[in-house]
């Protein structure tokens, strides 16, 4: 991975790469899911084709026992055939034109996925730019909106390091400047 601007806050850093997340070795990845916890495509096939096909089945077993999982919620799992050791499941909005409530509940998934790794005691975590897929978030609006949450959650002493691992320039961009505009220079 290259190109990894970081940002310290407090005890901890937030770092704004580009790469592919399942190659990313942190403790935790965040899975950008639906709410059927099936797979699909975008990072969620990605991840579902690494980590091979007891991903699905604990996916499975969660579901059969709790439901579908709403947007802003997250559950975890292990990572299975990935480096990272567990894979935290959350599921973003999809974007209706921006009044349907999709800013609190992007902030949802970012404040239960650093949530979920604190409480199992993870320092690390790698997140992609969820909703800004076939979800439709624009990016610019999910840059702040992700660059917020991590930064507090990394105040709070939540995790040590979060890491935005982006798929394109674009997103890069677009998450290093949402960074530099709320954090400053890193
Ligand atoms: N590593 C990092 N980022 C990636 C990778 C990868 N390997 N592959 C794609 N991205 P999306 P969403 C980026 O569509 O918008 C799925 O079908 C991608 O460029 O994966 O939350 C689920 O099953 C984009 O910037 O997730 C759901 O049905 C970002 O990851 C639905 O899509 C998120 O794009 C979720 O949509």
Known sequence: MNRQPAWIIGQGRLVVAMGDLTLAEHEAIVNAANSSLLGGG?????????????????????????????????VITPGFRLKARWVIHTVGPIWHGGGHDEERLLASAYDASLALAAEHGLSNVAFPAISCGAYGYPLDSAASVAVGRLSAGIAAGLVCEAAMIL????????????????????
């Open 42 to 74: 975008g990072v969620d096939g990605a991840i579902h084709r690494a980590a091979g096909p007891e991903l699905l089945a604990a996916c499975k077993a969660i579901v059969a026992k709790r439901g579908p999982l709403p947007p802003g919620q997250a």
């Open 167 to 186: 798929f394109s320039e674009a997103a890069h961009d677009a998450f290093v400047t949402a960074a530099k505009t709320l954090l400053g220079d890193p």
